[in-house]
């Protein structure tokens, strides 16, 4: 079936490093990705999103990059720093909407941590 | 600004024992809400999600059960806990016609 995965489970850094964390999806037809972040023993945070009609697309800090010929997403993160250390989560919205509801499918995540 | 909330934070409960979480939204109308499980070092699964008050859509047939009695509360129950139903449980919602949804802050379930 569809699915969003990651392809590193696990990302170590230096700190002031600059990170890049990876997803592949497979739904073609996905129209919006999102990246979030999430502490240990927290809800999951939202960090950017992207729309399919864009390539790139940059925050604070960080920068998503979406490549449609090979359905890979990646999250950048600049100067790594401690607080950055989490897990991060890709999610793909599945479209058409099936009961007017809004369905995103997470993959596995990436645990980042970052080394002073 | 929109919050969400969620309790309890944690809870200990015993196999067999009924369950009830409970998931507000504040600073927003009619939301589209969301019950996920986290089981540890996983990703999401989708439970439960709820276009409006009343309105509940089941994605895993499973021991668990949802409610919407107001527009801003969701509620997630069990008559009877398993073992397998541990987990970190987490509401999120979004705003009808938007796309991103946003996560509360958790409950985490250990069934013993």
């Known amino acids: 079936g569809e699915s969003v995965g990651l392809h590193l489970p696990t990302l170590s850094v230096q700190e002031g490093d600059n990170s890049i964390i990876n997803c592949a999806y497979s739904?073609?037809?996905?129209?919006?990705f999102i990246w979030y972040k999430q502490e240990s023993g927290k809800g999951p945070q939202f960090i950017i999103d992207?729309?399919?009609?864009?390539d790139k697309r940059q925050g604070q800090r960080v920068t998503v990059l979406l490549n449609k010929t090979v359905k890979h997403l990646s999250l950048q993160i600049a100067a790594t720093q401690p607080g950055d250390s989490a897990v991060y989560f890709c999610?793909?919205?599945?479209?058409?909407?099936?009961?007017?509801?809004?369905?995103?499918?997470f993959g596995a995540g990436t645990r980042l941590a970052v080394h002073p | 600004s929109q919050t969400i909330h969620q309790w309890p934070a944690t809870l200990v409960q015993p196999v067999g024992s009924p369950l009830s979480l409970e998931c507000t939204v504040e600073?927003?109308?009619?939301?589209?809400l969301y019950w996920y499980r986290q089981a540890a070092g996983r990703g999401l699964q989708l439970l439960f999600y709820?276009?409006?008050?009343?309105?509940i859509s089941s994605e895993v047939p499973q021991n668990l059960s949802a409610s919407r009695p107001q527009d801003r509360q969701f509620i997630l129950s069990s008559k009877k806990l398993l073992l397998s139903d541990s987990g970190f449980y987490l509401c999120?919602?979004?705003?009808?016609?938007?796309?991103?949804?946003?996560f509360g802050p958790g409950t985490r379930l250990t069934v013993l």
């Open positions: 999120a919602w979004i705003t009808s016609g938007t796309d991103t949804q946003y």
């Open positions: 739904n073609s037809a996905s129209d919006y």
């Open positions: 992207i729309r399919s009609n864009m």
């Open positions: 999610a793909e919205i599945h479209f058409p909407f099936s009961g007017g509801y809004n369905k995103l499918i």
């Open positions: 600073g927003t109308s009619n939301p589209n």
């Open positions: 709820s276009v409006g008050i009343g309105q």
